[in-house]
Structure formats: structure tokens, C-alpha cells
């Protein structure tokens, strides 16, 4: 996975935290999850604030 497939990252988030609520996850927590998902291989320096935002909403909509 990539920082661009927020859909696919909102998921695998979904799973790995399923007693998370999105709406409540800081961005520097977020992104280190981001990192820690297994098939995530992209640059950490690539996930920032709207990559962030965009994978929030989607894992938001994925909770609902």
C-alpha cells in the first residue's frame, strides 16, 4: 500500500483498530499507523496533512 490508497489504508486501519473511533485519532497517531500496517511500504515523509485527512474520511466512512 501506498499513502494514496486511503480507501485500502481506511480498511486495513478498521481491522487493526476496530475499538478506535476515527473521528477521535490525532494525526501523529494516525500516521504511525499508518506505518505499522502490514503491506504499508511507501515514503513516511509522503503522509501529510491532507493524505491524513483523506484516510480519516475514509476510515470514518467505512466505521459507519
Known amino acids: 500500500m501506498k499513502w ?6 481506511a480498511i486495513a486501519l ?11 485519532v490525532n494525526f ?3 500516521h504511525q499507523w499508518v ?3 502490514e503491506g504499508f511500504g ?3 515523509k509522503r503522509g501529510g496533512e491532507r493524505i491524513l485527512e483523506a484516510i480519516q ?3 470514518i ?4
Not at 478498521?14 to 477521535?24: F, L, T
Open 42 to 44: 511507501d515514503d513516511p
Open 14 to 24: 478498521s481491522e487493526a483498530h476496530p475499538d478506535v473511533d476515527p473521528m477521535r
Open 35 to 37: 506505518l505499522a500496517l
Open 4 to 9: 494514496t490508497d486511503s480507501r485500502d489504508i
Open 61 to 64: 466512512e467505512e466505521t459507519e
Open 28 to 30: 501523529v497517531d494516525l
Open 57 to 59: 474520511a475514509a476510515w
